[in-house]
């Protein structure tokens, strides 16, 4: 298992609380020297090609890049539906802070071959889409106008709900970045049924009492960024009456669902969570 101080220290870089040169000077500190560092590197940074558990060929799936009216103009995203079934229900994927990367377009596989039509918008779409290198997808995460982002996915589910092989009913799934933004989501669309926020920042209390959705919260174990959060988020939620479940992964590091990140990859957790998620929207989506 790796160290919980150099998590900590990629977290504090990925978060731009240190720049990169200062981020690697105490990484070797910590490593024991330059070399163990830079060895460290692939382990840390998310690797995309590590990962793929739904080939982006299946012949089960029909797949494809398309554009959406939002906010800020037409914006990019990856849709994924099984071939052969007319009306499904909708998830909106939401994703990590590395933008639409492989993997996302992975996990939006694996939910449309659930049964699900899968919809994973590009949030950096309004600032050139995201990048090649996905280390400097956090910095442009920054960038992004809050309300409008939130706008654009507002739009995102307004866009499931009434396209043509839905059955309108919508539910929506975030990881890490993306677990805040679908809890902002629960307050601000009324037209989602169903959230599922895998360790994600939790909304305003006074925010809860809008939320309509019914809400399968996910946490990781060790995550001092976002835990402290909770106990306020779970009395607002009980107080407001919603409909929720919250599952804690013990011993499990933020992100541990993505599976292209050695360092986080928690497999049995993971598996867990998604049968749960995948459970969840069955039951509250499909009619």
């Known amino acids: 298992m790796m160290d ?17 040169r200062e981020f690697l000077r105490r990484l070797g500190l ?12 692939p382990i840390l940074e998310n690797s995309g090609a590590q990962a793929q558990i739904v ?7 029909g797949t494809e890049y398309i554009k959406y009216p939002g906010a800020t103009g037409d914006i990019r995203a990856y849709l994924a539906r099984p071939k052969g079934m007319e009306k499904l229900p909708a998830v909106l994927v939401i994703h990590e802070n590395r933008g639409l990367v492989p993997h996302i377009e992975d996990v939006s596989r694996r939910i449309a071959l659930e049964g699900f039509l899968a919809l994973a918008p590009d949030a ?34 307004k866009f499931l709900k009434t396209h043509p092989v839905s059955n309108g ?10 677990g805040g933004m679908a809890n902002q989501l629960a307050v601000h669309s009324p037209d989602l049924s169903a959230v599922v926020p ?44 919603v409909d929720y479940k919250i599952f804690m992964y013990e011993g499990t590091q933020h992100a541990f669902n993505n599976d292209t990140n ?3 990859y928690h497999k049995e957790a993971a598996q867990l969570a998604w049968q749960r998620t995948i459970a969840f929207f069955k039951e509250k989506l499909k009619k």
């Open 198 to 241: 895998y360790y994600g920042k939790q909304p305003a209390t006074e925010d809860v009492p809008k939320i309509k959705a019914a809400l399968l919260i996910l946490y990781a174990g060790i995550d001092p960024w976002i835990n402290p959060g909770i106990p306020a988020f779970e009395a607002a939620l009980k107080k407001a009456s």
């Open 124 to 157: 950096l779409t309004p600032l050139g889409g995201t990048p090649e290198d996905q280390e400097k997808a956090p910095a442009l995460i920054q960038k992004l106008d809050g309300p409008s982002t939130l706008q654009n996915y507002i739009a995102a589910v």
């Open 4 to 20: 919980q101080k150099i998590i900590d220290l990629y977290d504090d870089y990925t978060r731009e609380l240190i720049h990169r």
């Open 55 to 61: 080939s982006k060929d299946d012949p089960r799936l």
């Open 30 to 41: 910590l490593a024991g020297g330059t070399a163990a560092a830079l060895a460290l590197l």
């Open 169 to 178: 009913k919508v539910g929506a799934v975030g990881f890490c970045w993306g």
């Open 262 to 264: 050695t360092a986080r």
